[in-house]
């Protein structure tokens, strides 16, 4: 009897808590992908890149897969250091593997994708976990601090935007900064 209370209790923050963690892996996927495509600019990383753009379907998901069992090892290290009482050491590594390893992943993702798109299973694979996106983005959208939290993150950015679009000292200093980085990827 007081297990199904128990469940009842637990299923709404548990799931809320599964929501933030896909958010915030997608946020991080997202920021990270673009990143690591800066980073992709360089020659020799972009001659890796390109290498890795030809391959075939299933040497792509193999190779799409390597961060995958290099992460875990690593996450499980760090959760053994927290059950040591070794808080801080624990959480960093977990942080920093979740990190690096969201970063590697965005950007094999982006690289293999065109090549894993010809493999069927793929294809449905991933229309799961973007339904299951569209799902999380559905519950946050219904928590009110949460929608006005994102329409002001919005509002900045579109601010910043046009900042760096209109006339005055902070859109020049803003310019020369785009131009700048233009140059330096362009090394």
Same mark, same amino acid.
């Given at each position: 009897?007081?297990?199904?209370?128990?469940?009842?209790?637990?299923?709404?923050?548990?799931?809320?808590? +599964?929501?933030?963690?896909?958010?915030?892996?997608?946020?991080? !996927?997202?920021?990270?992908?673009?990143?690591?495509?800066?980073?992709?600019?360089?020659?020799?990383?972009?001659?890796?890149?390109?290498?890795?753009?030809?391959? /075939? /379907?299933?040497?792509?998901?193999?190779?799409?897969?390597?961060?995958?069992?290099?992460?875990?090892?690593?996450?499980?290290?760090?959760?053994?250091?927290?059950?040591?009482?070794?808080?801080?050491? +624990?959480?960093?590594?977990?942080?920093?593997?979740?990190?690096?390893?969201?970063?590697?992943?965005?950007?094999?993702?982006?690289?293999?994708?065109?090549?894993?798109?010809?493999?069927?299973?793929?294809?449905?694979?991933?229309?799961?976990?973007?339904? !299951?996106?569209? !799902?999380?983005?559905?519950?946050?959208?219904?928590?009110? /601090?949460?929608?006005?939290?994102?329409?002001?993150?919005?509002?900045?950015?579109? +601010?910043?935007?046009?900042?760096?679009?209109?006339?005055? !000292?902070?859109?020049?200093?803003?310019?020369?900064?785009?131009?700048?980085?233009?140059?330096?990827?362009?090394?």
């Amino acid at each position: 009897m007081a297990l199904p209370v128990v469940k009842t209790l637990l299923r709404a923050p548990l799931v809320l808590l +599964g929501v933030v963690v896909i958010l915030f892996e997608e946020v991080l !996927w997202a920021w990270l992908g673009r990143l690591m495509a800066l980073i992709g600019r360089y020659r020799p990383v972009a001659r890796v890149e390109a290498a890795i753009r030809r391959l /075939p /379907p299933y040497p792509a998901m193999l190779l799409f897969l390597l961060p995958w069992a290099i992460i875990v090892p690593v996450k499980l290290v760090a959760l053994w250091l927290i059950a040591l009482g070794k808080l801080a050491s +624990g959480a960093f590594l977990f942080i920093s593997g979740e990190i690096l390893g969201v970063a590697v992943l965005a950007r094999l993702y982006a690289l293999c994708r065109p090549s894993l798109l010809s493999l069927a299973w793929f294809l449905r694979v991933e229309a799961v976990i973007l339904r !299951w996106t569209a !799902w999380a983005h559905g519950l946050l959208d219904q928590i009110l /601090p949460l929608r006005l939290v994102r329409t002001a993150a919005r509002r900045l950015s579109q +601010g910043l935007h046009g900042a760096a679009n209109a006339s005055g !000292w902070l859109a020049s200093r803003l310019r020369a900064a785009r131009r700048m980085a233009k140059v330096v990827s362009s090394l």
